[in-house]
């Protein structure tokens, strides 16, 4: 087994935008949109959560058809970067994801850091902090009451 590193698994909470791979996180899947096509990559966004907090992740490729709702998965070296003005976590190139369990995780779905207005700290331009709640819960996956 090969540990790169001495990375510490974050809760989704504290998770802040960032240029640099080095997410590693754990959380189930909750729902998944429709698989759309990006030039030659598929892309399918989805709705994740652990118990601190919920956020959209965005599979690559067959990504989109490995993983499906109950199954609890691992990302590791992930980034949480806007991509097209949303802001979502996601593997990137160096990143990974695999399942490591199903329906067997609490969890909740608010707050969505997805839907946080993040601005520049105002001591740290390097680092983000939180602005603005857009919305407490996820708009592309909204709560069923």
């Keep these: 087994m090969h540990v790169s590193g001495c990375t510490?698994?974050?809760?989704?909470?504290?998770?802040?935008p960032a240029a640099q791979n080095n997410i590693t996180?754990?959380?189930?899947?909750?729902?998944?949109?429709?698989?759309?096509?990006?030039?030659?990559?598929?892309?399918?966004?989805?709705?994740v959560a652990d118990e601190t907090a919920a956020v959209h992740f965005q599979f690559w490729g067959e990504e989109c058809h490995l993983f499906k709702p109950g199954?609890?998965?691992?990302?590791?070296?992930?980034?949480?970067?806007?991509?097209?003005?949303h802001l979502l976590l996601r593997a990137g190139k160096?990143?990974?994801?695999?399942?490591?369990g199903?329906?067997?995780?609490?969890?909740?779905?608010?707050?969505?850091?997805?839907?946080?207005?993040?601005?520049?700290?105002?001591?740290?331009?390097?680092?983000?902090?939180?602005e603005a709640v857009v919305s407490p819960y996820s708009r592309i996956f909204p709560p069923m009451l």
């Excluded at 698989?35 to 892309?43: I, M, N, P, R």
């Excluded at 997805?114 to 680092?127: A, C, I, L, Q, T």
């Design 8 to 16: 510490s698994m974050l809760s989704i909470k504290d998770i802040v």
């Design 94 to 100: 160096r990143g990974s994801i695999e399942k490591v």
């Design 25 to 47: 996180t754990q959380f189930i899947l909750l729902d998944k949109g429709r698989v759309a096509t990006e030039g030659q990559s598929k892309t399918c966004l989805a709705l």
């Design 102 to 130: 199903e329906f067997t995780m609490t969890y909740v779905e608010t707050p969505n850091i997805s839907e946080m207005r993040w601005v520049p700290d105002p001591n740290n331009s390097k680092k983000y902090v939180h």
């Design 71 to 85: 199954d609890i998965i691992r990302l590791t070296n992930g980034i949480f970067s806007y991509n097209r003005n």
